[in-house]
């Protein structure tokens, strides 16, 4: 099953970062958090991932591209110029770089990767969140309701301690309880190719026209994970996740 992530927005309100670099490699733990997302998908097994690129896509390119190298020891015989890698990480992992363009709308962005796709199930999530999910039991899930679309709903922390008040007097105070307000759309989908009838084109944000649609059809089912999840929208984000990672707690890394 291919992993499809969304990577290729301007991420405006991390623009302390992204005004150098593209959201997906702003760092968390001296890696990407594009990395951290293809981790994750890959101690479960999955290997092969389309990466719907945009804005800056010539430093991601290139990241993968130097990534071997990079990541490894290197002998370099001078007098043949020959190069080789040994020792250090290695990932097998198949990774398709597709521009899917500046501007484009995330709706867009997914319906340009139907070529790369064909007729398979097939994952999808943004660049920017982590989370401990079972990836296994979110596929089972969407196998066994028969649907056309499962998206992964959260609870994240609320960002405010919350307050129970009888007529003026304060009875309890809760410091950013961690359940949350509501369900939300934590992303982490399982899809089939089917959805991409629901997109119209470049303009088309995902989020709206082609999940309400899908929705009034019946076409929804929602996987509720209740523990942890975080997106990185912020630099206060980057700053929670960077420090569950300093402090060895981060729930995403699962890999040895």
Not at 150 to 178: H, N, Y
Request: charged fraction near 25%; charge should be negative; glycine fraction near 10%.
């Amino acid at each position: 099953m291919k992993v499809a992530i969304l990577a290729g927005g301007k991420g405006t309100r991390l623009a302390e970062e992204t005004v150098y670099r593209p959201k997906p490699l702003v760092e968390v733990g001296g890696r990407p958090i594009l990395w951290h997302v293809m981790r994750y998908f890959g101690h479960y097994g999955f290997k092969e991932f389309l990466i719907a690129t945009g804005y800056k896509k010539e430093m991601i390119a290139r990241y993968f591209a130097d990534y071997h190298m990079a990541s490894r020891n290197l002998s370099v015989d001078l007098s043949t110029g020959n190069i080789s890698a040994h020792g250090g990480e290695v990932l097998d992992w198949l990774v398709h770089l597709i521009d899917t363009g500046d501007e484009t709308m995330t709706g867009g962005r997914i319906k340009r990767l139907a070529p790369y796709i064909g007729n398979e199930t097939f994952l999808l999530t943004w660049c920017d969140g982590v989370a401990d999910i079972d990836l296994d039991e979110l596929i089972a899930f969407h196998r066994a309701h028969g649907r056309l679309a499962t998206v992964t709903a959260v609870r994240p922390p609320s960002r405010f301690g919350k307050l129970q008040i009888d007529g003026r007097a304060v009875t309890e105070f809760t410091e950013k309880p961690a359940d949350g307000e509501s369900w939300i759309n934590g992303a982490f989908f399982v899809l089939e190719p089917g959805v991409f009838d629901y997109i119209d084109g470049d303009e088309t944000m995902w989020e709206q026209e082609p999940m309400r649609r899908l929705a009034a059809d019946g076409q929804v089912m929602a996987y509720q994970h209740g523990a942890f999840w975080q997106c990185m929208d912020t630099v206060r984000d980057r700053d929670t996740l960077q420090s569950l990672w300093d402090a060895g707690k981060a729930p995403w890394k699962v890999w040895a």
